[in-house]
């Protein structure tokens, strides 16, 4: 009678999980990148996946739409993790947040105290935080991609972006100078649904911690 | 964008307001039949009374002005258990057992959570007086009883005990700043963020207060608690505590959570959260704060709950609305007595004003009063 329902962005967080869902016995039985279904149905009746945007994966668990959930820390510090659980590091899709700047640019001098410099981020609470323990005073200009572009066109100084390979950086003739921090994806759980779902949720989240690398 | 309030903010028409009001009796009734007495304390007062003893969490929750006639500050209200505390502490004055009850609305200044309402009309019951397991048995059932009599029986009652985070926080050396650091990471059971966090811990209490989070479920747990964390004697007193309450309380659903601190900081003992099946968040919070009184010059052993009433009324089924009488505004002598019968008897019954016609059964009419063969009946409304 009663079930579970995880959400997760498809791309590189779908692919990584699907080891883990494994060893915890659960297959999907449809590929969101072939299919258009938001809802996917597993082997285990009493399991389905909903496929939602990554940023939106706390807000389905918030509310208890889903009761689980796979979402990178960079989503979670930026949702804030109200009524959340988050017990579970997976390990996947590691990458890190970084300051980068364009190549040439003198950060080092311009991240003096009393400096003051425009970064274009679509991590804003996490910029904010990093720059204030700097004691820096920053100009945060909320942008939802292509990040690279506003130092390029003269919109920011510096970017506050996630940087896996740092090809895209390379490529547009910007250079990390800051490393924030390392990310990776967690699991994260509804506070309420772990009270009340413990039977079901329980031996998943076990399995899932077994075959994290 | 006119006449709209703000967000999280919420009118209760007609029909709320009516689920609201009858529930708001049926519990207080409840409450008084068990011997607590009501106490209304005010929306607002003086900041330092409103949120002594409690953490950060509450002063953020708290709307503050700046009283114009003695030039201190203010707050709205954000819970009204410190305000009974303060009450039980400071006025009533009992050496023996107080027990207190009170309804009224407070104010939050961010909401608790994403659907809440930032006024929550905020139902609760405290008992002053009592340091042993008793009161806190009494509280929970009392509990159960309330969530039971608003037709949403708890799922699961979930049990923890403060006690515990506080005796590996002192045993850790923490100063209070961490330690609430420390305590938000437990709350959020973030594994990963704990870890880092009690790197320099010394080994057996980073052991236990990782346990921590892992230490939910039934009544089992609290054996593998008394493996897992080391022998203090708060530890071994707490897990007694706990484990009095699963044999007392084994006819409700409760389950524990030894990583669930709940609350405002406040907390110092059993702490409790009651789950109603689908709900994403606690409906109701309660334990023990014994330190409380002591900051109004006199510590009383305290323990209690208090739930949102909104949250509950959301959650009853829309009864049918009663339909009213409607009576003719003029009539003989003996219209006013029958109309006074009838709302003796229960009935509503309203004036038909002139010149609404065709209204009536809009304003909630479905009988009237009519005279009929030499006295008044009350029949279906016709013509309406």
Same mark, same amino acid.
């Given at each position: 009678m009663s079930s579970i329902t995880l959400a997760l962005s498809k791309g590189r967080i779908f692919e990584e999980?699907?080891?883990?869902?494994?060893? $915890?016995?659960?297959?999907?039985?449809?590929?969101?990148? %072939? %299919?258009?279904?938001?809802?996917?149905?597993?082997?285990?009746? #009493?399991?389905?996946?909903?496929?939602?945007r990554a940023t939106d994966v706390p807000t389905y668990v918030q509310y208890g739409a889903a009761d689980l959930g796979i979402a990178?820390? #960079?989503?979670?510090?930026?949702?804030?993790? $109200?009524?959340?659980?988050?017990?579970? #590091?997976?390990?996947? $899709?590691?990458?890190?947040?970084?300051? $980068?700047?364009?190549?040439?640019f003198d950060y080092a001098a311009a991240s003096k105290p009393g400096g003051r410099i425009r970064v274009a981020t679509k991590y804003i609470n996490s910029a904010k935080a990093h720059f204030a323990a700097k004691g820096m005073h920053v100009d945060l200009i909320k942008l939802y991609g292509s990040m690279e572009l506003a130092p390029l066109v003269g919109l920011a100084d510096a970017i506050v972006d996630l940087v896996s390979t740092g090809g895209t950086l390379r490529a547009n003739n910007l250079e990390e100078v800051e490393d924030i921090m390392p990310i990776s994806s967690r699991l994260v759980v509804n506070q309420a649904s772990l009270k009340l779902k413990r039977e079901l949720i329980q031996p998943v989240l076990d399995a899932i911690a077994g075959a994290v690398k | 964008m006119r006449w709209v309030l703000p967000d999280h903010i919420q009118d209760a028409l007609p029909a709320e307001a009516e689920k609201l009001e009858s529930l708001r009796r049926t519990l207080l009734d409840a409450f008084r039949a068990h011997g607590y007495q009501? +106490?209304?304390?005010? *929306?607002?007062?003086?900041?330092?009374?409103?949120?002594?003893?409690?953490?950060?969490?509450?002063?953020?929750?708290?709307?503050?002005? +700046?009283?114009?006639?003695?030039?201190r500050s203010m707050g709205v209200r954000a819970d009204t258990t410190p305000q009974v505390a303060r009450i039980?502490?400071?006025?009533?004055? =009992?050496?023996?057992?107080? =027990?207190? @009850?009170? @309804?009224?609305?407070?104010?939050?200044t961010l909401p608790s959570t994403l659907t809440a309402t930032r006024e929550p009309l905020q139902l609760g019951a405290e008992l002053y007086g009592h340091a042993g397991l008793e009161a806190d048995i009494e509280v929970i059932r009392l509990l159960a009883e309330v969530l039971r009599l608003a037709q949403v029986p708890a799922s699961r009652i979930d049990i923890g005990h403060v006690g515990l985070f506080h005796a590996l926080a002192a045993r850790a050396g923490m100063v209070p700043e961490r330690e609430e650091a420390l305590f938000d990471l437990l709350q959020a059971k973030d594994v990963p963020s704990l870890r880092e966090f009690v790197a320099d811990v010394p080994e057996d209490v =980073?052991?236990?207060? *990782?346990?921590?989070?892992e230490l939910y479920g039934d009544a089992t747990v609290l054996d593998e608690a008394a493996r897992r964390l080391p022998q203090l004697p708060e530890v071994g007193a707490a897990l007694a505590d706990l484990r009095a309450l699963a044999a007392a309380l084994g006819d409700l659903p409760v389950s524990f959570d030894l990583g669930d601190l709940r609350?405002?900081?406040y907390h110092s003992g059993v702490v409790f959260a009651a789950y109603g099946s689908a709900s994403p968040a606690a409906l109701a919070l309660g334990g023990r704060y014994d330190r409380v009184g002591q900051a109004f010059g006199r510590g009383r052993p305290a323990t209690g709950f208090s739930l949102d009433l909104r949250e509950l009324a959301l959650r009853l089924p829309d009864a049918p609305a009663a339909g009213a009488i409607l009576a003719p505004l003029q009539g003989d002598g003996e219209l006013a007595g029958e109309v006074a019968r009838l709302r003796a008897a229960g009935e509503i019954v309203v004036s038909a004003l002139p010149g609404h016609e065709g209204t009536w059964r809009e304003a909630g009419c479905d009988r009237q009063l009519i005279r009929r063969d030499g006295c008044w009946a009350v029949e279906a409304l016709q013509g309406e």
């Amino acid at each position: 009678m009663s079930s579970i329902t995880l959400a997760l962005s498809k791309g590189r967080i779908f692919e990584e999980t699907l080891p883990l869902l494994a060893a $915890a016995g659960i297959e999907p039985t449809d590929n969101p990148e %072939s %299919s258009r279904k938001l809802i996917i149905g597993t082997n285990r009746p #009493d399991v389905r996946l909903v496929i939602v945007r990554a940023t939106d994966v706390p807000t389905y668990v918030q509310y208890g739409a889903a009761d689980l959930g796979i979402a990178g820390k #960079d989503v979670l510090l930026e949702h804030g993790g $109200a009524g959340l659980y988050q017990p579970l #590091d997976l390990n996947i $899709a590691r990458c890190r947040l970084c300051v $980068a700047v364009p190549r040439g640019f003198d950060y080092a001098a311009a991240s003096k105290p009393g400096g003051r410099i425009r970064v274009a981020t679509k991590y804003i609470n996490s910029a904010k935080a990093h720059f204030a323990a700097k004691g820096m005073h920053v100009d945060l200009i909320k942008l939802y991609g292509s990040m690279e572009l506003a130092p390029l066109v003269g919109l920011a100084d510096a970017i506050v972006d996630l940087v896996s390979t740092g090809g895209t950086l390379r490529a547009n003739n910007l250079e990390e100078v800051e490393d924030i921090m390392p990310i990776s994806s967690r699991l994260v759980v509804n506070q309420a649904s772990l009270k009340l779902k413990r039977e079901l949720i329980q031996p998943v989240l076990d399995a899932i911690a077994g075959a994290v690398k | 964008m006119r006449w709209v309030l703000p967000d999280h903010i919420q009118d209760a028409l007609p029909a709320e307001a009516e689920k609201l009001e009858s529930l708001r009796r049926t519990l207080l009734d409840a409450f008084r039949a068990h011997g607590y007495q009501l +106490v209304a304390p005010p *929306l607002l007062e003086f900041l330092d009374s409103l949120t002594t003893g409690a953490g950060q969490d509450l002063k953020l929750r708290t709307f503050t002005l +700046v009283d114009q006639l003695s030039g201190r500050s203010m707050g709205v209200r954000a819970d009204t258990t410190p305000q009974v505390a303060r009450i039980d502490a400071h006025l009533l004055n =009992r050496s023996g057992v107080a =027990r207190l @009850c009170y @309804c009224g609305s407070v104010l939050h200044t961010l909401p608790s959570t994403l659907t809440a309402t930032r006024e929550p009309l905020q139902l609760g019951a405290e008992l002053y007086g009592h340091a042993g397991l008793e009161a806190d048995i009494e509280v929970i059932r009392l509990l159960a009883e309330v969530l039971r009599l608003a037709q949403v029986p708890a799922s699961r009652i979930d049990i923890g005990h403060v006690g515990l985070f506080h005796a590996l926080a002192a045993r850790a050396g923490m100063v209070p700043e961490r330690e609430e650091a420390l305590f938000d990471l437990l709350q959020a059971k973030d594994v990963p963020s704990l870890r880092e966090f009690v790197a320099d811990v010394p080994e057996d209490v =980073r052991a236990a207060l *990782l346990a921590l989070t892992e230490l939910y479920g039934d009544a089992t747990v609290l054996d593998e608690a008394a493996r897992r964390l080391p022998q203090l004697p708060e530890v071994g007193a707490a897990l007694a505590d706990l484990r009095a309450l699963a044999a007392a309380l084994g006819d409700l659903p409760v389950s524990f959570d030894l990583g669930d601190l709940r609350g405002y900081h406040y907390h110092s003992g059993v702490v409790f959260a009651a789950y109603g099946s689908a709900s994403p968040a606690a409906l109701a919070l309660g334990g023990r704060y014994d330190r409380v009184g002591q900051a109004f010059g006199r510590g009383r052993p305290a323990t209690g709950f208090s739930l949102d009433l909104r949250e509950l009324a959301l959650r009853l089924p829309d009864a049918p609305a009663a339909g009213a009488i409607l009576a003719p505004l003029q009539g003989d002598g003996e219209l006013a007595g029958e109309v006074a019968r009838l709302r003796a008897a229960g009935e509503i019954v309203v004036s038909a004003l002139p010149g609404h016609e065709g209204t009536w059964r809009e304003a909630g009419c479905d009988r009237q009063l009519i005279r009929r063969d030499g006295c008044w009946a009350v029949e279906a409304l016709q013509g309406e």
